[in-house]
């Protein structure tokens, strides 16, 4: 069936350094991409989503790269922040029903 | 605006008891879902509604039953608990169910014992 894979499943990275989590999709039809922060004890939020008619998309120091031959999408987050600190979920839209699938999480640990 | 709201926090049951999780948002947004999270798998749809009164199922909808009278409330019932149910569930609304900001609730954690 359609998935999302996400690696890793934990980083942890010295502030003021950059953090990469990667998703790869299954869905040929998938034409929508967010990704979600949920900071603990919170339901999750949005942070940024891109569209599969953009190959980048940056909001100050977060970006989301799309490669749609590859079926991946990558989250950049630079210059990390001690508030960076939590669980990090992508998900791609079924093609069928616009339902999301979600990644299983990536928990980002910034180190002072 | 209060956003999306849920009660209670935190629940413990017995297997074989039945609970209401609440959901309310004032919004108005037309899309409201229920997803339950397990470690290491994401977040999974159980029951999602597009309208008052429209509702279906999600990836995960046995056990669980919905209902939506009007635009802000969105119950999610459990009729008879399982052990299997211990999870921690999320509500969310967004104003359309197309590729729309989904807005989520705190989270209802439930224990099955």
């Known amino acids: 069936g359609e998935n999302v894979e996400q690696h890793p499943s934990t980083l942890s990275v010295q502030e003021g350094d950059s953090a990469v989590i990667k998703c790869t999709y299954s869905d040929s039809a998938s034409n929508y991409f967010p990704w979600y922060k949920q900071e603990l004890g919170k339901g999750p939020q949005l942070i940024i989503d891109?569209?599969?008619n953009v190959g980048e998309k940056k909001d100050q120091r977060i970006a989301v790269t799309l490669n749609k031959t590859a079926k991946h999408f990558s989250l950049h987050i630079t210059e990390t922040q001690p508030e960076d600190s939590a669980v990090y979920f992508c998900?791609?839209?079924?093609?069928?029903?616009?339902?999301?699938?979600w990644g299983a999480g990536t928990k980002l640990i910034i180190k002072p | 605006n209060a956003g999306v709201t849920q009660t209670p926090k935190f629940q413990v049951l017995k297997t074989g008891q039945s609970m209401t999780l609440q959901c309310a948002q004032d919004?108005?947004?037309?899309?409201m879902s229920w997803y339950r999270q397990d470690p290491g798998m994401g977040l999974r749809l159980i029951h999602y509604?597009?309208?008052?009164?429209?509702?279906d199922q999600g990836e995960v909808p046995n056990g669980y039953n919905v209902s939506r009278s009007t635009t802000e409330d969105f119950p999610l019932r459990l009729l008879s608990a399982a052990p299997s149910q211990t999870s921690v569930y999320f509500c969310?609304?967004?104003?359309?169910?197309?590729?729309?900001?989904?807005?989520f609730g705190p989270g209802t954690r439930l224990l099955v014992l």
């Open positions: 969310a609304s967004s104003p359309d169910y197309e590729q729309e900001t989904q807005y």
């Open positions: 509604s597009v309208g008052a009164g429209i509702t």
């Open positions: 891109i569209r599969s």
């Open positions: 998900a791609a839209s079924r093609g069928s029903n616009y339902q999301l699938i």
């Open positions: 919004m108005n947004h037309e899309y």
